[in-house]
């Protein structure tokens, strides 16, 4: 999943609307966030299958630290901890570990049997419904333009800058989840993981488009 993991982000503005999409993009994204990092550092791996199509070209053979449910958690708790340090605010804390979180479930509903439970000798688990491309389109659509209705009905822009980095954001990324789509394979493990740490230009444009925004209602910072 992609843009669904943003949608839920854009949703959860509705909970939180004093905490920014950029870090509400930043926790739902994590996980996805650290990845290609530790891609790089050849901490993780994935091998490119460019004879297949679809969600099969990328098979995830190793990614314990990212997207195990053990580290999913202690990441959430890391996250949301930090958070609390920082704003000494427990709810909105609670809600970006939560988010952390939310990612590994969302992945558990599309991913292959590719999702371990812990480092080292563990199950994989995964309802593969990515094995259809009709139902996870599906999914991510409603999970994304949910998530962009909520987020609308959160704020009010206070200019046209923030009207307009908003749309350009909502855009670019229906652009980069389509072009991941009918993309032909990445040449090399490193052309993925370098592509993937764009992922951060979506959190910046997030941060600029709600710095141009007034909540709605009230609610925790």
Not at 75 to 81: C, M, P, R, Y
Not at 122 to 148: D, N, Q, R
Request: glycine content about 8%; proline content about 5%; some cysteine.
């Amino acid at each position: 999943m992609f843009i669904g993991h943003f949608g839920l982000a854009l949703a959860a503005k509705k909970t939180a609307p004093k905490i920014s999409l950029g870090t509400l993009f930043m926790s739902f994204q994590f996980l996805d966030l650290v990845w290609p990092t530790l891609l790089l550092l050849n901490v993780e791996h994935v091998a490119i299958h460019p004879e297949e199509t679809g969600n099969r070209v990328l098979e995830f053979s190793d990614y314990p630290y990212t997207h195990s449910l053990l580290f999913a958690m202690l990441w959430s708790v890391l996250f949301g901890g930090v958070y609390y340090l920082i704003k000494k605010d427990r709810r909105g804390a609670i809600i970006l570990g939560l988010g952390v979180v939310s990612h590994w479930v969302l992945d558990l509903i599309v991913h292959f049997h590719d999702l371990p439970l812990f480092p080292g000798n563990s199950p994989m688990v995964g309802l593969g419904v990515w094995k259809s491309l009709v139902i996870t389109s599906i999914l991510e659509a409603t999970f994304f333009c949910g998530g962009v209705f909520l987020y609308l009905k959160s704020i009010a822009f206070n200019n046209i800058t923030g009207r307009i980095v908003f749309w350009f954001l909502i855009v670019f990324l229906i652009a980069v989840h389509v072009w991941s789509i009918f993309s032909p394979a990445p040449a090399s493990v490193t052309e993925l993981a370098w592509s993937a740490q764009f992922q951060w230009l979506f959190v910046a444009l997030a941060f600029w488009a709600d710095k141009n925004t007034t909540p709605r209602h009230t609610g925790n910072i």
